[in-house]
């Protein structure tokens, strides 16, 4: 249930959203009738092609653009009819550099600080927290426009963070990042989330961050969303683990004999190696040699796949999940350091 304007009501989940849609002149629909709820304290990926609608919809979501149709809530509060409570309740990170670098970053978070109606000895002592944190102490009073890309990325974070959010948005925030600089950056969130319990929605086009980060994922495309669930639970969908078997060419033909073990799938067959689908390998595999064995044929290897979330991606969206420019919606996001704070619509 979303809060009305006078707050009486509360709401269980951090952000529910029930049938947003967002159509542009003359009649382009780049978010069509999309509902999920992101549970408090939860690492929530959002994931989708080129111009599925994902940055719309998180410029909906952080009051950037107005929803055409639908509702959403933010803890607890409606996108469209308080977006001002909303900016005070949420951090933001973009793919795009928001950092002055004119500033120093001690400067970057004075001004967040400002912005978000903070008072001075509020704010510098929360900001001594952050700029150690992060790792920024020594470089606080430097220029930002002489930061490495990875302290640039934690003085983002440290900015986002400036006014203790409950909610922080991710939209691509490690993209350009090496290994190292991506590890330090995500170290830093998980750090935030255990200790302060922050919810976290990301977007991101590194699948390894998807599947070792993240609690639950929604996959929209076409403006729709046409998958969502724990990483296990959308692995399962596309058929689970993958079980190959290895036998002598000139063995008895075992598709039957394989599909009738208990918690198979299906079975596939190409020469002398047996493909058999399953929701979890584990116990599985000794239950199907077994079978082999009763035929009276030996199993001479056994490899086992994982599904993963490039193979879910590519089944349900029919491409490969890559980003070769920008969604659409995102010049938006130009505007969020003059009206995230205590600006009105």
């Not at 409606?78 to 949420?90: F, G, K, Y």
Request: with cysteine; charged share 25%; net charge negative.
């Amino acid at each position: 249930m979303l809060r009305s304007p006078t707050g009486e009501a509360t709401l269980t989940d951090a952000i529910q959203v029930e049938d947003l849609e967002k159509t542009y002149p003359p009649a382009v629909r780049a978010v069509q009738g999309v509902s999920f709820a992101v549970h408090p304290g939860e690492i929530f990926g959002f994931l989708g092609p080129n111009g599925a609608g994902k940055t719309t919809t998180v410029s909906m979501l952080t009051t950037l653009l107005r929803p055409t149709k639908g509702r959403a809530a933010v803890a607890g509060l409606d996108v469209a009819e308080q977006p001002a409570e909303v900016r005070r309740e949420i951090g933001l990170v973009f793919q795009d550099s928001t950092a002055d670098g004119e500033l120093t970053g001690r400067e970057n978070m004075i001004l967040a600080g400002g912005l978000f109606g903070m008072r001075p000895s509020e704010c510098r002592g929360r900001i001594d927290e952050l700029l150690g944190r992060m790792d920024l102490t020594e470089a606080a009073d430097r220029r930002v426009k002489g930061y490495s890309g990875g302290m640039k990325r934690r003085l983002e974070l440290a900015v986002a963070m400036v006014h203790t959010p409950k909610i922080l948005f991710l939209d691509e925030p490690t993209i350009g990042l090496d290994p190292q600089g991506r590890a330090g950056f995500w170290r830093y969130i998980k750090e935030l989330r255990q200790e302060q319990q922050v919810t976290i929605f990301m977007t991101t086009h590194y699948l390894d961050e998807v599947e070792n980060l993240c609690d639950r994922i929604a996959i929209i495309d076409h403006g729709r969303i046409i998958a969502s669930g724990t990483n296990d639970s959308l692995k399962e969908r596309v058929g689970g683990d993958l079980v190959e078997l290895r036998v002598p060419a000139d063995g008895a033909d075992l598709t039957e004999t394989l599909g009738s073990v208990p918690g198979v799938r299906e079975v596939s067959r190409e020469a002398n190696i047996y493909r058999v689908k399953c929701p979890r390998a584990e116990g599985l595999v000794s239950a199907l040699v077994k079978a082999c064995d009763l035929a009276g044929v030996t199993v001479e290897g056994v490899t086992v796949q994982r599904p993963s979330i490039d193979r879910v991606f590519l089944e349900l969206t029919g491409k490969a999940y890559r980003e070769e420019g920008y969604d659409d919606g995102r010049a938006a996001q130009a505007s969020v350091f003059h009206t995230r704070g205590r600006g009105g619509r």
